[in-house]
């Protein structure tokens, strides 16, 4: 049974729902345009939304209690778990924070791949979000035309990862295994695909008006409001806000490629849109300024079998395909962590929803949650 | 439309909307149709379609050599493997898939020697993560490409992957 929960520190906003006439709807748990076990309690005058109240824990793990048994080699395993979409670029996050901590300097070969795995995970995460975007709003096409380019990334990463999804190839001191031979070709041979059809996208969604009609102006989160709630990403780059952690905080060789923070100043779900489809564009960009030149070398870094981290605190950030991920590591000196603490985007991207979406009506809800793009174990943990 | 308006303001007003309106029911149906030529276009080009149809592909399905799908120890033809019970996977995984059961033989010389009774495997517990294999300083498990792992009582999926009967292979320490 759902009951009053008093979130917002203003009074009246959680008086509201007791106005006569009101009407409180839960859409999840389980539920196809949350995509996840998300809960929202939605206050609601005639079709217009009053207050949205997400409700999370529904699958909460306790990733970061976990992580404190496990050793600094076990414990990246688990973060392929949060946001299983960009899961390369967790395990990137946890591999660089250990680095930190152990002081190691990482062939420059294992620098190239991991960033052109981070690079092809970014398209396979925003290939997926737009075909099911698209169906949220009612579009089934575009979902078959998008898998059809992630499955060839998929395809690259079970060649040379050995896994689809939860891959737990980068590891501290560098990747895993060396590059499968065909690894080059084979994305060669997805960037050509790619560049050839994206514009098949622009027939089929970005140019219908009846996409447009739904997307724009719809979901306005304004610059100061995205900065406020803590939004990162493409859903705050939507909003102009300059955010990119591979632009202000370059990590592993970012600061050597040619690339462009992509912004917008739409602040609605159309900018928010278009900033995904213009940085596969960038990423393709930055692939092909590295597949012909991955140096030589090893692949990974000589570390011991057992890590130790000195005493200390080490936090790490960088940019997933949803925005800015941390990793906060406590060290005691031991083999196992003291405390983690990791940033996930989604939990931020989702406290601005219930802004955003006061006032509007409720078929646009699942736009909103569309265009932020929310992953819900990134969320819970 | 207020009331105020006089009847020309009000007429030219509906004038106008009725222009844009039908300016907006055009433009939707050609976006529309644009869309449509697509998915008619794919619509008449069977070879451009990939998907593949799964069962039935089983026989010419090619998995990668290095996908994780199950954790095995290969065996040569005489029934040995290259196991040496030191308990390195066992350390090295996350959430204890793998329990090294170890005994004590006596060698030829008379002296006691450790090797493996069972290496138990919990398919049911692992992640695929490979850090057993990577741990494992004799190559002595592997990942095999096997993805239907479902049956029907999970007691089933508690393996020892050691073949009964067999024995260290010669010159691995
Ligand atoms: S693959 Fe990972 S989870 Fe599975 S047995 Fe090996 S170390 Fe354990
Ligand atoms: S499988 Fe490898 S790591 Fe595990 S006990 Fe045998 S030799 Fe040691």
């Known amino acids: 049974m759902y009951r009053e929960t008093t979130i917002v520190a203003d009074e009246n906003q959680n008086l509201a729902a007791k106005e006569a006439g009101d009407f409180i709807i839960n859409v999840g748990p389980q539920h196809p345009a949350t995509h996840g076990v998300l809960h929202l309690v939605i206050t609601l005058n005639g079709e217009t939304i009053k207050k949205v109240e997400p409700h999370l824990g529904f699958i909460h793990r ?3 209690k976990m992580c404190e048994s496990l050793t600094y080699r076990q414990f990246i395993y688990v973060t392929s778990r949060m946001d299983y979409l960009s899961s390369h ?41 737009l075909g099911a975007m698209a169906m949220d709003l009612g579009a089934f096409t575009p979902f078959f035309h998008t898998f059809r380019e992630r ?26 295994q060396d590059i499968h031979p065909n690894f080059q070709k084979k994305v060669k041979d997805f960037v050509k695909q790619f560049t050839s ?59 050597k490629l040619q690339f462009d923070e992509i912004l917008e ?89 219930d802004h955003m979406a006061r006032g509007s009506k409720l078929g646009d809800l699942v736009a909103m949650m569309g265009t932020l793009d929310l992953v819900i174990p990134d969320i819970d943990r | 439309m207020s009331k105020g308006l006089p009847l020309w303001g009000r007429f030219g007003g509906g004038f106008m909307f009725l222009i844009n309106y039908i300016k907006t029911v055009f433009s939707t149906v050609k976006s529309m149709l644009v869309g449509m030529r697509r ?21 010419t399905m090619h998995l990668p050599e290095r996908f994780k799908g199950e954790v095995v120890m290969p065996h040569d033809e005489k029934n040995e493997h290259r196991c ?77 992957l050691n073949n009964p009967g067999s024995k260290i292979m010669d010159g691995v320490e």
């Open chain 1, 197 to 255: 059809k994206i514009g098949e996208m622009d027939e089929i969604v970005t140019g219908n008006t009846i996409f447009q009609n739904r997307m724009k102006g719809v979901g306005i989160l304004s610059k100061e409001d995205a900065v406020s709630f803590g939004c990162t990403g493409p859903a705050a780059r939507g909003s102009g806000v300059s955010c990119d952690t591979r632009k202000i905080f370059p990590y592993e060789g970012y600061e």
């Open chain 2, 39 to 59: 998915t008619g276009y794919y619509f008449t080009h069977h070879k451009e379609i990939i998907t593949e149809e799964y069962p039935d592909n089983r026989e």
């Open chain 1, 265 to 353: 100043n739409g602040c609605d779900s159309f900018a928010r849109y278009m900033i995904r489809i213009r940085e596969m564009q960038q990423s393709i960009r930055i692939i092909e300024q590295l597949i012909d030149n991955i140096p030589e070398g090893d692949f990974q870094a000589k570390t011991k079998a057992v890590i130790k981290l000195p005493k200390g605190e080490f936090y790490q950030r960088v940019e997933t395909a949803r925005g800015q991920f941390g990793v906060f590591i406590v060290s005691e000196g031991g083999t196992t962590p003291y405390r983690i603490k990791f940033r996930s985007p989604g939990f931020s991207n989702l406290s601005a929803l």
């Open chain 1, 62 to 64: 306790s990733i970061e």
């Open chain 1, 89 to 129: 670029i967790n395990n990137h996050a946890c591999a660089l924070c250990v680095e930190k901590g152990m002081q190691v300097e990482i062939p420059g070969r294992a620098k190239v791949i991991r960033i052109l795995m981070d690079e092809l995970t970014r398209i396979a995460s925003h290939e997926l979000w």
């Open chain 2, 84 to 160: 040496t019970g030191c308990t390195a996977c066992e350390l090295a995984c996350p959430n204890g898939t793998i329990k090294v059961v170890t005994k004590f033989d006596i060698t030829p010389e008379g002296k006691k020697k450790k090797a493996i009774d069972k290496l138990v495997y919990h398919l049911e517990l692992c992640t695929m993560c490979n850090l057993c294999i990577v741990a494992c300083p004799s190559d002595a498990i592997k990942m095999a490409q096997t993805f239907e792992h479902s049956v029907f009582d999970r007691s089933q999926l508690t393996k020892v």
């Open chain 1, 151 to 176: 499955e060839l990334i998929n395809d690259i990463m079970e060649e040379t990862c050995g896994a689809r999804l939860t891959m737990n190839y980068i590891v501290p001191g560098g990747v895993m």
